[in-house]
DNA sequence: TCAAAAGTGTTAACCATACACCCATGC
DNA sequence: GCATGGGTGTATGGTTAACACTTTTGA
């Protein structure tokens, strides 16, 4: 059944830019692809936006079927359109970054049918399309809006220590950062909750665990608090 | 002479936030549809992507025939893609937003055969489509850019007095700036060049005229500036 | 008892803020 | 000569940045 225009619409497509965090580096989710072109090659999860989906809709579907992850911060990116960027047709792509807690889902993704893995942001493999560019402006992103936006805790587990939380910032912005002023600014927000829990299974001191709440967070940005590291 | 699809494709359009400046307040491009749906109204250009051109592209041809204006700083804002932000068929949209010098460009927009007309940003008309969002989303971000980085000067004329551009961000960001803070702050940068020009036809002491100078900000930023205000 | 990381305070430099008056010019 | 905006300096308080040692725990 075919659908016709009277004029010509290109293909609309949306891709996923997948960060996790593993307390040593930051990684990226890739699928390899099953179908030319590149066949074989590593590209980013993505898809077709159907004909009644929303973008963001489409995205998280994508993200769902490729991959198995279902929550995630999610946040559109660019739209990426060069006339040459797929070599069959014309296709415009709708870029989104996320970020998710790796832990919970590190097993599912690596083990999933459709291969899909990740890779440490350092040392990608080559990409499909233009997806090297796509990835390049999403760390671009994440590393300016780490800064003023506490989006960092949705890399981290539920409950984490402050030293890595420390080292996430140090491996996003790739600059050592000091422990003693990291923690008084930190700590100074107000944004964290200790949970009176301690680190288990480490073989030095236990650091105690602390949640984020984001909550108190629109609390405290209403009265004029701005997150800024 | 139809186009057909084995799968339904979305219809793709750009659409332009073009911001002036007339040191009494911001402005907003609108032009006045001819045709239906919105006939009438009042509402951003922009138009059909075509097949083989690139998004940005589009959008300056768009905003050139529509507006006339050629020279502008145009970014891609966000991508509007609501199933049903166009009552006739799914239409995914790419909007950008711009700032121009509205001097130069304040005669030829306002008579314009199509109806473009410069409204104030703080009293717009009704608009057609999703365009109120798309208007507020890119003056949101306006606001949030103009301060970290130096792309206020897109607004002024070439050459321009301090308290034009303190004035530009007074309303912009909507709060009072202190004069002589403001004159440390902004020519301890160093990015503005002295023209040795004052201005004219004024009615009392004439000011100083400068110029902002991109290259030697690209040669600062690399060094570490970060402009910031 | 040693290794490894947790946790903690103080000082100095810098930057942001607040604030008021004189100057040049056109009318 | 007066009205209008142009142009300038300083003092204070708050914030950031630099820096080293003690504590806890498991092996």
Known sequence: MPYTYQY?????????????FDDADLKLLLIQRALDPF?????????????????EQAARRELAEETGITRLYLEQLFTFGDPKRDPRERVVSVAYYALVKLAAHRVRAASDARHAAWFPVADLPALAFDHAAIVELAFQRLKTKVRYEPIGFELLPEKFALSELQR?????????????????????????????????????????????????????KRKGLNFEL
């Open 8 to 20: 010509p619409h290109p293909a609309l497509t949306v891709d996923g830019v997948v960060f996790g």
């Open 168 to 220: 996430l910032y140090e491996v996003i912005l790739a600059q050592p950062i000091d422990k003693r002023n990291f923690r008084k600014k930190i700590l100074s927000m107000g944004l964290l909750q200790d949970t009176d829990e301690i680190q288990q299974d480490v073989t030095h001191r236990a650091a105690r665990l602390y949640r984020f709440e984001p909550r108190r967070y629109e609390q405290l």
């Open 39 to 55: 066949q074989g090659k590593w590209a980013l999860p993505g898809g077709f936006v159907r004909i009644e989906e929303g973008l």
